[in-house]
T-cell receptor
C-alpha cells in the first residue's frame, strides 16, 4: 500500500519567516494530496489540497507544490504568524477509488516564535 | 460546515469493558471513515463505510473491533474487551462521495479513549 513520509517532525521559525514541510509518497497512482492543520486537542482541518493534474496551488500565505515524477509534495507557509503554530499532516489518496482512504504522514509540529 | 459530530468526546474504560464511539457525518454525506491517532503520531486509517455497507476495513484489527453505519442513525465504532493499547484518539471523517472533486474528508472533533 501507499507509504507517506513527512519531514521535518518539528520545525521552529521566527514570526514572519517562511516554513516548508515536505512529504514523499510511494504509490504513483496517488492523485489527491490534502494538507491538514491540527491544533492541540482539536480536529484536523483541511487547509489546502492539490490534485495530480496541477503542479502548484496557492491560497493567500499557503502554497502547495507537487512533483509527480519525484513523488513528493511540499507545503509552504509565508509570513508565518503565531497562530500558524500547530501540527501539520500531509496525506495521499487515490480517487476515485472504492477505498478512498487517506494515507497520512506522521506530522510536523510547527512553532512560530513571536 | 455544520460539521461532523462525535460523541462522547472523552471516554474512560477499564480493561475488558466495551467502548462504543458514535459519529454523525455532515448532513448529506453518505461516506464515513474512521481513523485512529496514537499520541505523537499521525492518523491511521481503520475503516470506510457507506450506509449499511462496509467498503474497506483493511485498517481495522481483526478481533475486538467492529464498525457499522446503519440506514438510520450515526456510524458506530465498537471496541470490545478494551486493552490499554486501545487508548488513542479516534477520529471520524465524512465525505459526500469519493469521486473527482469530492475527495475532501471533513473530520469530527474526535473521541479520546483512555483505558485504565
Amino acid at each position: 500500500g501507499e507509504n507517506v513520509e513527512q519531514h521535518p517532525s518539528t520545525l521552529s521559525v521566527q514570526e514572519g519567516d517562511s516554513a516548508v514541510i515536505k512529504c514523499t509518497y510511494s504509490d504513483s497512482a496517488s492523485n489527491y494530496f490534502p494538507w491538514y492543520k491540527q491544533e492541540l486537542g482539536k480536529r484536523p482541518q483541511l487547509i489546502i489540497d492539490i490534485r495530480s493534474n496541477v503542479g502548484e496551488k496557492k491560497d493567500q500565505r499557503i502554497a502547495v507544490t507537487l512533483n509527480k515524477t519525484a513523488k513528493h509534495f511540499s507545503l509552504h507557509i509565508t509570513e508565518t504568524q503565531p497562530e500558524d503554530s500547530a501540527v501539520y499532516f500531509c496525506a495521499a489518496s487515490i480517487t476515485p477509488n472504492t477505498g478512498n482512504q487517506f494515507y497520512f504522514g506522521t506530522g510536523t509540529s510547527l512553532t512560530v516564535i513571536p | 460546515n455544520a460539521g461532523v459530530m462525535q460523541n462522547p468526546r472523552h471516554l474512560v474504560r477499564r480493561r475488558g469493558q466495551e467502548a462504543r464511539l458514535r459519529c454523525s457525518p455532515v448532513k448529506g454525506h453518505s461516506h464515513v471513515y474512521w481513523y485512529r491517532q496514537l499520541p505523537e503520531e499521525g492518523l491511521k486509517f481503520m475503516v470506510y463505510l457507506q450506509k449499511e455497507n462496509i467498503i474497506d476495513e483493511s485498517g481495522m484489527p481483526k478481533e475486538r473491533f467492529s464498525a457499522e453505519f446503519p440506514k438510520e442513525g450515526p456510524s458506530i465504532l465498537r471496541i470490545q474487551q478494551v486493552v490499554r493499547g486501545d487508548s488513542a484518539a479516534y477520529f471520524c471523517a465524512s465525505s459526500p462521495f469519493p469521486g473527482q472533486g469530492q475527495e475532501t474528508q471533513y473530520f469530527g472533533p474526535g473521541t479520546r479513549l483512555l483505558v485504565l
